[in-house]
Protein backbone atom coordinates (compact mmCIF):
# COMPACT_ATOMS: atom_id res chain seq x y z
CA UNK A 1 0.00 0.00 0.00
CA UNK A 2 1.88 2.87 -1.20
CA UNK A 3 0.19 5.43 0.29
CA UNK A 4 0.34 4.25 4.08
CA UNK A 5 1.57 6.23 6.66
CA UNK A 6 2.31 5.63 10.41
CA UNK A 7 1.76 8.79 12.79
CA UNK A 8 0.63 9.02 16.54
CA UNK A 9 -2.83 8.52 17.14
CA UNK A 10 -4.78 12.48 17.51
CA UNK A 11 -7.87 12.99 19.95
CA UNK A 12 -9.74 13.10 16.43
CA UNK A 13 -9.09 9.79 15.57
CA UNK A 14 -11.35 8.42 18.23
CA UNK A 15 -14.03 7.57 16.70
CA UNK A 16 -12.47 5.86 13.60
CA UNK A 17 -10.14 3.70 16.18
CA UNK A 18 -13.65 2.84 18.27
CA UNK A 19 -15.66 1.77 14.99
CA UNK A 20 -12.31 0.27 13.60
CA UNK A 21 -11.56 -2.32 17.09
CA UNK A 22 -15.26 -2.73 17.19
CA UNK A 23 -15.29 -4.69 13.42
CA UNK A 24 -12.18 -6.38 14.40
CA UNK A 25 -13.28 -7.75 17.57
CA UNK A 26 -17.04 -7.54 17.48
CA UNK A 27 -17.41 -11.75 18.22
CA UNK A 28 -15.24 -11.02 21.69
CA UNK A 29 -17.31 -7.69 22.37
CA UNK A 30 -20.62 -9.58 21.64
CA UNK A 31 -19.66 -12.36 24.86
CA UNK A 32 -19.36 -8.95 26.94
CA UNK A 33 -22.28 -6.57 26.12
CA UNK A 34 -25.42 -7.29 23.80
CA UNK A 35 -25.72 -4.10 21.50
CA UNK A 36 -26.53 -3.59 17.78
CA UNK A 37 -23.24 -3.67 15.37
CA UNK A 38 -23.96 0.47 15.29
CA UNK A 39 -23.56 0.70 18.97
CA UNK A 40 -20.68 -1.06 19.74
CA UNK A 41 -17.95 1.98 18.76
CA UNK A 42 -19.79 4.31 21.29
CA UNK A 43 -19.43 1.17 24.28
CA UNK A 44 -15.39 1.23 23.33
CA UNK A 45 -15.43 4.69 23.93
CA UNK A 46 -18.06 5.43 27.04
CA UNK A 47 -16.18 2.69 28.96
CA UNK A 48 -12.62 3.94 28.17
CA UNK A 49 -11.76 0.90 25.75
CA UNK A 50 -10.34 3.66 23.39
CA UNK A 51 -7.80 5.55 25.27
CA UNK A 52 -8.80 9.43 23.97
CA UNK A 53 -5.27 10.68 24.08
CA UNK A 54 -2.47 10.70 22.21
CA UNK A 55 0.77 9.33 23.57
CA UNK A 56 4.43 7.69 22.43
CA UNK A 57 3.83 4.40 21.09
CA UNK A 58 0.20 5.26 20.29
CA UNK A 59 -0.14 5.07 16.09
CA UNK A 60 -2.55 4.54 13.05
CA UNK A 61 -2.08 3.29 9.75
CA UNK A 62 -3.69 6.01 7.64
CA UNK A 63 -4.51 5.37 3.87
CA UNK A 64 -5.79 8.92 2.30
CA UNK A 65 -7.49 9.90 5.47
CA UNK A 66 -9.06 6.83 6.32
CA UNK A 67 -7.82 4.86 9.23
CA UNK A 68 -7.00 1.03 8.31
CA UNK A 69 -4.82 0.32 11.38
CA UNK A 70 -3.61 0.74 14.96
CA UNK A 71 -1.22 -0.09 17.74
CA UNK A 72 -0.93 0.77 21.51
CA UNK A 73 2.11 0.02 22.60
CA UNK A 74 3.37 -0.18 26.53
CA UNK A 75 6.93 -0.17 28.40
CA UNK A 76 7.55 0.32 31.71
CA UNK A 77 8.55 4.39 32.36
CA UNK A 78 6.17 5.43 29.74
CA UNK A 79 4.45 8.78 29.77
CA UNK A 80 0.94 8.79 29.11
CA UNK A 81 -1.85 11.01 30.01
CA UNK A 82 -3.71 10.30 33.17
CA UNK A 83 -7.85 9.25 32.62
CA UNK A 84 -9.83 8.14 35.54
CA UNK A 85 -11.51 5.05 34.84
CA UNK A 86 -15.27 5.30 33.83
CA UNK A 87 -16.52 2.54 36.62
CA UNK A 88 -20.09 4.72 36.01
CA UNK A 89 -20.23 4.28 32.58
CA UNK A 90 -19.37 1.04 32.59
CA UNK A 91 -22.12 -0.14 35.18
CA UNK A 92 -24.43 1.65 32.64
CA UNK A 93 -24.35 -1.26 30.52
CA UNK A 94 -25.52 -3.51 33.26
CA UNK A 95 -23.73 -5.57 35.65
CA UNK A 96 -23.22 -8.77 34.12
CA UNK A 97 -21.63 -6.71 31.18
CA UNK A 98 -19.88 -4.59 33.64
CA UNK A 99 -18.62 -7.37 35.21
CA UNK A 100 -17.47 -9.23 32.41
CA UNK A 101 -15.39 -5.98 31.24
CA UNK A 102 -13.82 -5.45 34.66
CA UNK A 103 -12.87 -9.13 34.63
CA UNK A 104 -11.41 -9.27 31.02
CA UNK A 105 -8.85 -6.29 32.20
CA UNK A 106 -7.91 -8.73 35.27
CA UNK A 107 -7.23 -12.09 33.13
CA UNK A 108 -5.25 -9.95 30.25
CA UNK A 109 -3.01 -7.09 32.00
CA UNK A 110 -1.33 -4.78 30.56
CA UNK A 111 2.26 -5.69 32.55
CA UNK A 112 5.17 -5.22 30.45
CA UNK A 113 8.59 -6.30 32.26
CA UNK A 114 11.09 -3.99 32.81
CA UNK A 115 12.77 -3.48 29.12
CA UNK A 116 10.04 -4.94 27.36
CA UNK A 117 8.00 -3.35 24.64
CA UNK A 118 4.74 -5.09 25.13
CA UNK A 119 1.88 -4.59 21.94
CA UNK A 120 -0.75 -4.06 24.31
CA UNK A 121 -3.30 -3.96 21.20
CA UNK A 122 -3.34 -4.44 17.35
CA UNK A 123 -5.68 -4.18 14.78
CA UNK A 124 -6.74 -3.83 10.84
CA UNK A 125 -9.88 -3.04 8.90
CA UNK A 126 -10.99 -5.84 6.98
CA UNK A 127 -10.62 -3.90 3.69
CA UNK A 128 -6.99 -4.07 5.03
CA UNK A 129 -5.95 -7.25 5.88
CA UNK A 130 -3.52 -9.40 4.31
CA UNK A 131 -1.91 -6.32 2.56
CA UNK A 132 0.77 -6.00 5.06
CA UNK A 133 -0.97 -3.29 7.36
CA UNK A 134 -0.33 -5.32 10.01
CA UNK A 135 3.11 -6.35 9.35
CA UNK A 136 4.35 -2.50 8.98
CA UNK A 137 2.47 -1.83 12.37
CA UNK A 138 4.44 -4.60 14.47
CA UNK A 139 8.34 -3.84 12.29
CA UNK A 140 7.17 0.46 13.04
CA UNK A 141 6.49 -0.79 17.10
CA UNK A 142 9.90 -2.98 17.09
CA UNK A 143 11.90 -0.01 15.52
CA UNK A 144 10.56 2.72 17.99
CA UNK A 145 11.52 -0.14 20.69
CA UNK A 146 14.88 -0.19 19.97
CA UNK A 147 15.13 3.80 19.51
CA UNK A 148 14.44 3.48 23.10
CA UNK A 149 16.80 1.31 24.43
CA UNK A 150 14.12 -1.60 25.06
CA UNK A 151 15.56 -5.04 24.40
CA UNK A 152 12.68 -7.51 24.20
CA UNK A 153 9.34 -7.02 21.93
CA UNK A 154 5.98 -8.73 23.12
CA UNK A 155 2.35 -9.15 23.21
CA UNK A 156 -0.27 -12.25 23.80
CA UNK A 157 -2.19 -14.02 21.52
CA UNK A 158 -5.31 -16.31 21.86
CA UNK A 159 -4.57 -19.70 20.41
CA UNK A 160 -7.81 -19.59 17.83
CA UNK A 161 -6.20 -16.67 15.98
CA UNK A 162 -4.84 -18.82 13.88
CA UNK A 163 -4.01 -16.06 11.47
CA UNK A 164 -2.71 -13.54 13.78
CA UNK A 165 -0.60 -16.25 15.51
CA UNK A 166 0.63 -17.29 11.94
CA UNK A 167 1.55 -13.43 11.33
CA UNK A 168 3.74 -13.22 14.93
CA UNK A 169 5.73 -16.27 13.95
CA UNK A 170 6.36 -14.73 10.52
CA UNK A 171 7.46 -11.49 11.98
CA UNK A 172 9.72 -13.37 14.75
CA UNK A 173 7.48 -13.73 17.44
CA UNK A 174 8.11 -17.27 19.42
CA UNK A 175 6.16 -18.37 22.46
CA UNK A 176 8.10 -18.08 25.32
CA UNK A 177 4.89 -19.28 27.63
CA UNK A 178 1.37 -20.57 27.18
CA UNK A 179 -1.73 -20.10 29.66
CA UNK A 180 -5.00 -21.79 30.27
CA UNK A 181 -7.80 -20.18 33.19
CA UNK A 182 -10.79 -21.66 33.39
CA UNK A 183 -12.59 -18.46 34.07
CA UNK A 184 -11.20 -17.35 31.07
CA UNK A 185 -12.38 -20.29 28.84
CA UNK A 186 -15.95 -19.55 30.64
CA UNK A 187 -16.55 -16.50 29.88
CA UNK A 188 -15.20 -15.43 26.60
CA UNK A 189 -14.46 -18.71 25.10
CA UNK A 190 -10.41 -18.36 25.44
CA UNK A 191 -8.59 -21.57 26.00
CA UNK A 192 -5.50 -20.89 25.93
CA UNK A 193 -3.24 -17.71 24.73
CA UNK A 194 0.33 -17.27 24.21
CA UNK A 195 2.96 -14.90 25.63
CA UNK A 196 5.25 -14.36 22.74
CA UNK A 197 8.55 -12.69 22.45
CA UNK A 198 11.29 -11.48 20.12
CA UNK A 199 14.92 -9.67 20.97
CA UNK A 200 14.32 -6.13 19.25
CA UNK A 201 17.54 -6.93 17.75
CA UNK A 202 16.42 -9.87 15.79
CA UNK A 203 15.40 -9.74 12.51
CA UNK A 204 11.66 -9.46 12.16
Known sequence: MEDLIIRRFKAEDRQQVAVLMANSFRDDWLKIVNL???KLPHFLIETGEIFPYPFDGYMVAEE????????????????????RPQISRIFQYGFVSA????????LFPENPEKGACHVSEIAVSEKARRKGVATELLLFGKKLAGGK??????????????????LYRKTGFTIEKSRRNLLAKWLFGVDEWHFMSQPVGAPG
Open 36 to 38: PDD
Open 64 to 83: NGDILGMIKLKWVGQARPRV
Open 99 to 106: VKLLVMRY
Open 149 to 166: GLSKYTLNVDDCNKAALN
